[in-house]
């Protein structure tokens, strides 16, 4: 049997991510708590994704800078729009 690799790892691990979120959404009633927390693992899986499973780590610095932006913008903008 072939051992797991580090991508298979980190496959598991935004799987186990996901649904831990789906399961927070379903059982919290605090609607700031829950959108903060799912857009900070959102900003979490979407890092993972670029460096590990779009192969941008070693990339051009200012398309890896491009796609992580993307990440840090959108998250942030979930959580102030639920403040207001």
């Known amino acids: ?3 797991l690799g580090k ?3 980190y496959f598991i691990a935004l799987i186990t991510i996901t649904f831990s979120n789906t399961l927070l959404g379903e ?3 605090s609607t700031a708590f829950i959108t903060t927390f799912v857009a900070l693992t959102v900003m ?5 994704v670029i460096d590990h499973f779009m192969e941008l780590k070693e990339a051009n610095k200012f398309l890896r800078l491009m796609m992580r932006t ?7 903008l979930i959580i102030l729009s639920s403040m207001f």
């Open 1 to 3: 049997m072939k051992r």
């Open 27 to 29: 059982g919290f009633d």
């Open 7 to 9: 991508l298979e790892y």
């Open 44 to 48: 979490y899986k979407g890092l993972v």
């Open 70 to 76: 993307y990440f840090f913008i959108f998250p942030s």
